[in-house]
C-alpha cells in the first residue's frame, strides 16, 4: 500500500502554499491519487527539485510554476 498525503499535508511538507500545490497539480507535476491524496514518493521528488530551486532563488520558483514537465530538467 502506497503512503499518501492529504493536500494539507503535502503543502507544509513542500513549505508552500495549497494554491502553489493546486498549480503544481494544473502544470503536471503533481497527480492526485483518486481519494485525492497524494503519494508520498511523487511529493518526496518535487520537494528535493523545489529544495534544489529554492538554492537558484525566486526567480527559478516563478520558473517551475510555470514550466511544464516536459520541458523541466531534473
Do not use: N, W
Not at 493536500?7 to 481519494?35: C, K, N, W, Y
Not at 528535493?48 to 537558484?56: C, D, F, V, Y
Amino acid at each position: 500500500m502506497k503512503e499518501t498525503l492529504s493536500l494539507t499535508e503535502t503543502a507544509r511538507h513542500l513549505q508552500v502554499s495549497e494554491d502553489f500545490v493546486a498549480t503544481m497539480i494544473q502544470r503536471g507535476r503533481l497527480t492526485p491519487l483518486p481519494d485525492k491524496r497524494f503519494d508520498t514518493a511523487e511529493v518526496e521528488a518535487l520537494a528535493a527539485l523545489l529544495g534544489r530551486l529554492r538554492t537558484s532563488g525566486i526567480a527559478s520558483m516563478i520558473e517551475i510554476a510555470a514550466t511544464t514537465p516536459d520541458t523541466l530538467s531534473d
